[in-house]
């Protein structure tokens, strides 16, 4: 009997590095925030400061059964007032460093779960 892996259409983070991401191996240099059903767009927050509430409400939006935070390349956790908006609809959310919420989105898309990945992409010191 022969083998094969399973062949999977949904976005895969391919690779990651100190201030990028790799998304089915387009880098990309900015917060992002991709999803197993096709979602992707640039998250306005350069740094873990400059995020808010508009952040997560943004993620509420797009109805997901789980948010994973990459709060860059260690971990901050949001403060419990953002995480209103998703709490209200019921949304999880899990928060980890950017490359380990790269790795946990690959295994949870896979699945075929709808999981959103907000990962917080923060330029190296001296860029």
């Not at 983070?13 to 990309?28: F, K, Q």
């Not at 400061?49 to 997901?64: D, I, M, S, T, Y």
């Amino acid at each position: 009997m022969k083998l094969q892996p399973d062949k999977s259409d949904v976005q895969t983070l391919t690779a990651h590095g100190p201030g990028w991401v790799a998304i089915n191996n387009e880098r990309v240099e900015s917060s992002v925030v991709v999803g197993s059903r096709g979602e992707r767009f640039e998250w306005d927050a350069g740094e873990f400061g400059q995020l808010g509430a508009e952040h997560f409400a943004q993620l509420a939006a797009l109805g997901a059964e789980l948010i994973i935070f990459g709060s860059g390349k260690r971990i901050r956790f949001p403060q419990p007032a953002w995480l209103q908006p998703l709490m209200a609809r019921r949304i999880g959310v899990e928060t980890m460093d950017t490359p380990a919420a790269c790795r946990t989105y690959n295994i949870l898309a896979s699945e075929g779960r709808h999981v959103v990945a907000a990962l917080l992409i923060e330029k190296p010191p001296g860029q």
